[in-house]
């Protein structure tokens, strides 16, 4: 995500993660990174959108997201906590990762906003992410207007 010590290279710079997923393990005991579900800083095309196919359309996930956007005074970066509960998600799978969330937040320093989604309807369009970054003063995210 985005803390850092130092002035970072470009090379790092692209490294550097944009969103990642976090699931539960298999036994349910444990909050995991979720293999091969992240987005880097260097990749191609709409990370937005990316982030936006990533997610399961029928089981619940915690999401960090790097937000890029600029307001009328300046460009800013935010990281975002996101509780992704689909309504097609299984009850139980609901009820585990919604009494959990306090446990992996208090483990990020950094999270200027949190965002409950329960559907792709609540996140698909870049304006929704907008209104949770700071509203009608919001013009761009991630590069694209709104």
């Given at each position: 995500m985005k803390v850092r010590k130092a002035a970072a290279t470009e090379e790092e710079k692209r490294m550097r993660k944009k969103a990642v997923l976090f699931c539960l393990s298999d036994d349910k005991k444990k909050i995991i990174l979720e293999e091969g579900r992240e987005i880097l800083q260097g990749d191609e095309g709409d990370p937005y959108l990316k982030f936006v196919k990533m997610l399961p359309p029928d089981d619940c996930r915690y999401a960090l997201y790097d937000a890029t956007y600029e307001t009328k005074e300046t460009k800013k970066e935010d990281l975002v906590f996101i509780f992704w509960a689909p309504e097609s998600a299984p009850l139980k799978s609901k009820m585990i990762y919604a009494s959990s969330k306090d446990a992996i937040k208090r483990?990020?320093?950094?999270?200027?906003?949190?965002?409950?989604?329960?559907?792709?309807?609540?996140?698909?369009?870049?304006?929704?992410?907008?209104?949770?970054?700071?509203?009608?003063?919001?013009?761009?995210?991630?590069g694209g207007a709104l």
């Open positions: 483990n990020f320093t950094g999270i200027k906003h949190e965002w409950q989604v329960n559907g792709l309807e609540d996140i698909k369009d870049r304006k929704t992410l907008a209104e949770k970054l700071g509203g009608s003063s919001v013009i761009t995210v991630e």
